[in-house]
């Protein structure tokens, strides 16, 4: 209880501050907000201040469900701001950025960690599958700022917007392959070695895993968590667009109703093992469908809640990393993963993306700004927890690499090309 204290003092404080002058430093220098609150929150942790200092084991069960509301609300903050006609449009597209290229990325991702870690090939998997989806968290806060605005172009932000809030989906989906077939195709053996991992996958029990998988999975998680988002999100819109027009509630109990959904559809996903994320995606896409409900709720009281609740768990993580966990094998790989994901969209480019990325530069920018963020440390947690694994000291390392490399990738940017720009005045 202690430590929960500190964390909403010491995260309380930090925003009271930081909020002070956030916008000038966005602003002038080009730096989100989860890399100042990130380094805020190493500075109060156990390497520096020793300010907040939680239990190993305690602070995964505090990461794992704060994580998951930051989670939610972010994607139900993402798919009331996305048109339902834009995913029937570029369906095509969305479908091969975030579906394909995903499975082309963790394949590629699985391989290297399963080469060159210790992980068995199923925890091998289970790292790729959580290191796949892109954060909306911090997807959201770099196409956000000024220089975003200026620099590039609707139709680029919108597909980051999209293809983060979406493809969380696909990580549920790529994590269940590693707990329903490859875990599963040897129920003796908790661990599997290596040297008989690949003989394994073609077992006999190997068709039972995979009738499981897709049941659990495609329908369970997937379809039905579906059908249940979009029902309870169309039902809210209805009764919530009539009573408004019947003035029986104001636009700030309105405003609620995102809320009090997205919670709604954790609950009932938590109770029958659905996916929270896909249900609550499409629940904010049928609420808002036809743009009534964002055009009648005051979006910035909502941004500041949201704000609120992921600087606070930016602040925790921060606290908790554990540079001794840390070594150089660790950075190359994930500085390597990061990358990869810049190599599979301009693969991907050409054949199949073509028609909304329309060359090579936006395809770089596309495969770069990718971060890798809040949603590797949930799924890797809630694969640490069904088979007591250490995935997410990996899943922290790709989280605190991630928001250095993408928060600071637009300040070096502006200012080497005003270096630049010195230097030729000079010149001449």
Excluded at 7 to 19: A, E, G, N, P, R
Aim: hydrophobic share 55%.
């Amino acid at each position: 209880m202690e430590d929960i204290i500190k964390l909403i003092c010491s995260s309380s404080l930090f925003i009271l501050v930081y909020s002070m002058i956030a916008k000038y430093v966005k602003n002038k220098f080009h730096i989100p907000d989860p890399f100042v609150t990130l380094i805020f929150g190493i500075l109060i942790g156990h390497h520096f201040l020793n300010i907040l200092n939680t239990h190993y084991i305690y602070s995964k069960v505090i990461v794992l469900n704060f994580s998951k509301i930051v989670l939610c609300l972010q994607t139900m903050a993402i798919s009331l701001k996305i048109r339902k006609a834009y995913l029937t449009e570029n369906f095509k597209m969305l479908f091969n950025l975030i579906i394909l290229a995903g499975i082309v990325k963790c394949m590629f991702v699985f391989i290297l960690i399963y080469c060159f870690t210790y992980f068995e090939g199923a925890t091998s998997w289970a790292l790729a599958a959580s290191l796949t989806p892109t954060d909306p968290i911090l997807s959201s806060s770099i196409i956000s700022g000024r220089f975003a605005r200026i620099n590039v172009s609707e139709r680029l932000r919108d597909i980051l917007v999209v293809e983060s809030g979406i493809n969380d989906g696909i990580g549920i989906l790529l994590l269940n392959i590693s707990l329903l077939i490859l875990v599963k195709t040897d129920k003796v053996d908790k661990v599997m070695s290596q040297k008989h991992f690949f003989k394994k996958l073609f077992t006999s029990k190997l068709f039972e895993a995979v009738k499981e998988f897709l049941i659990d999975t495609f329908i369970l998680k997937i379809f039905v968590s579906a059908i249940i988002g979009a029902v309870l999100g169309k039902i809210t819109k209805i009764f919530s667009k009539k009573c408004y027009k019947a003035q029986l509630l104001s636009s700030e109990i309105l405003l609620i109703h995102s809320f009090a959904l997205t919670f709604l559809d954790m609950a009932i996903m938590t109770m029958i093992d659905g996916s929270e994320l896909i249900c609550i995606f499409f629940s904010g896409i049928f609420l808002n469908e036809d743009g009534w409900y964002t055009s009648e709720i005051n979006n910035k009281i909502s941004d500041v809640i949201e704000n609120s609740f992921f600087m606070a768990l930016f602040v925790f993580l921060g606290s908790r990393i554990d540079f001794n966990r840390f070594n150089s094998r660790m950075f190359v790989i994930i500085f390597t993963v990061i990358f990869l994901r810049i190599f599979v969209v301009l693969l991907l480019y050409k054949p199949l993306l073509r028609k909304q990325i329309r060359n090579y530069k936006e395809a770089l920018f596309i495969g770069f700004f990718g971060p890798i963020g809040v949603g590797a440390i949930y799924y890797s947690l809630l694969y640490d927890i069904k088979i007591d694994a250490l995935t997410v000291d990996y899943a922290m390392c790709s989280v605190f690499v991630s928001v250095i490399l993408h928060g600071l990738a637009v300040p070096v940017y502006c200012a080497s090309r005003k270096i630049m720009l010195k230097i030729r005045e000079a010149q001449f």
